[in-house]
């Protein structure tokens, strides 16, 4: 529930502000790593600097206001390649940062939007008081955000027509939705978020569809990249996704590493294993640049 307005700014408030404020609860990113991911894995964690690049917090216009996104990109050049990256669960934390510093080191203007924005800022809460507010995102606003996002950066220095997706976790599956919403997109890289529609007690109509769902509809390969021993998303799903790509005759793929946990690339985490993670990175550098988008 929004908290009152204090007395003393009583007044003081617009009504066009006011309707701004409630409209977006998050209009900055958070500094560090989200609390729900406390504590951080500090022996394991990858720290990419910003020398030679440009990287920091802007604003995307959005139909309805604004919206806070992390940029990084190279200091020197133009034109470059774009990469969305799609968040966690846990938001635009530092380590969706520093992903977009790695892309930015690797030539491209990378950019992450906050795409809880309106509904909350998870930033400082637990894993159980998350999921209420992502389940009040809908899909629908996620594309129109992300759409958001590109045309931002086709007006400040990237070249959209090498456009690339990524996400991870929350943002696996956005990729592959993304992936059969854009016809501009390039390539997408999912790495291991859900690909089947829940029990039908769980459905949510702000996420009406599901990838498996969606495969005859994809408009840009997609690379999906699953551990063997994610338990929230099991093999049988993922055997779903391959046969569902298969059967629509798309040229999307999928990789399983069999010892990986669910959220292997996360150097953060205890679920981190080193060799895939960066195994991964390679594929996904070498998928975008064999489908046009690096």
């Given at each position: 529930?929004?908290?009152?307005?204090?007395?003393?700014?009583?007044?003081?408030?617009?009504?066009?502000?006011?309707?701004?404020?409630?409209?977006?609860?998050v209009?900055?990113?958070?500094?560090?790593?989200?609390?729900?991911?406390?504590?951080?894995?500090?022996?394991?964690?990858?720290?990419?600097?910003?020398?030679?690049?440009?990287?920091?917090?802007?604003?995307?216009?959005?139909?309805?206001?604004?919206?806070?996104?992390?940029?990084?990109?190279?200091?020197?050049?133009?034109?470059?390649?774009?990469?969305?990256?799609?968040?966690?669960?846990?938001?635009?934390?530092?380590?969706?940062?520093?992903?977009?510093?790695?892309?930015?080191?690797?030539?491209?203007?990378?950019?992450?939007?906050?795409?809880?924005?309106?509904?909350g800022?998870?930033?400082?809460?637990?894993?159980?008081?998350?999921?209420?507010?992502?389940?009040?995102?809908?899909?629908?606003?996620?594309?129109?955000?992300?759409?958001?996002?590109?045309?931002?950066a086709?007006?400040?220095?990237?070249?959209?027509?090498?456009?690339?997706?990524?996400?991870?976790?929350?943002?696996?599956?956005?990729?592959?939705?993304?992936?059969?919403?854009?016809?501009?997109?390039?390539?997408?890289?999912?790495?291991?978020?859900?690909l089947?529609?829940?029990p039908?007690?769980?459905?949510?109509?702000?996420?009406?569809?599901?990838?498996?769902?969606?495969?005859?509809?994809?408009?840009?390969?997609?690379?999906g990249?699953?551990g063997?021993?994610?338990?929230?998303?099991?093999?049988?799903?993922?055997?779903?996704?391959r046969?569902?790509i298969?059967?629509?005759?798309?040229?999307?793929?999928?990789?399983?590493?069999?010892?990986?946990?669910?959220?292997?690339?996360?150097?953060?985490?205890p679920?981190?294993?080193k060799?895939?993670?960066?195994?991964?990175?390679?594929?996904?550098?070498?998928?975008?640049?064999?489908?046009?988008?690096?």
């Amino acid at each position: 529930m929004e908290q009152p307005i204090h007395e003393e700014l009583a007044g003081l408030i617009s009504p066009k502000e006011e309707v701004s404020r409630r409209t977006f609860v998050v209009t900055s990113l958070t500094a560090g790593f989200a609390l729900a991911v406390q504590p951080v894995q500090a022996q394991t964690q990858i720290t990419t600097d910003t020398n030679g690049l440009i990287a920091g917090e802007v604003k995307i216009p959005v139909k309805d206001g604004e919206i806070p996104a992390y940029r990084a990109m190279p200091a020197k050049g133009k034109n470059f390649p774009v990469a969305l990256v799609v968040q966690e669960i846990f938001g635009v934390h530092e380590h969706i940062k520093d992903i977009c510093r790695r892309f930015a080191k690797a030539g491209y203007l990378a950019i992450a939007p906050e795409l809880y924005a309106r509904q909350g800022d998870v930033a400082n809460l637990q894993m159980n008081q998350i999921m209420p507010i992502v389940s009040k995102v809908p899909d629908a606003q996620v594309m129109s955000d992300l759409d958001a996002a590109v045309a931002w950066a086709k007006k400040n220095n990237g070249n959209t027509a090498k456009l690339g997706v990524t996400g991870f976790c929350w943002g696996g599956r956005i990729v592959w939705l993304y992936a059969a919403h854009n016809p501009g997109l390039k390539a997408g890289v999912a790495w291991y978020g859900r690909l089947v529609p829940p029990p039908p007690d769980r459905a949510n109509p702000l996420q009406p569809k599901h990838p498996t769902e969606l495969a005859k509809d994809l408009k840009a390969p997609v690379l999906g990249l699953y551990g063997g021993k994610d338990t929230g998303i099991p093999l049988d799903t993922v055997e779903q996704m391959r046969k569902a790509i298969k059967d629509a005759g798309k040229p999307s793929e999928i990789i399983v590493y069999p010892e990986a946990l669910h959220g292997f690339h996360a150097d953060y985490r205890p679920s981190y294993k080193k060799d895939d993670a960066q195994d991964g990175w390679a594929k996904l550098l070498a998928w975008f640049k064999k489908n046009g988008a690096a």
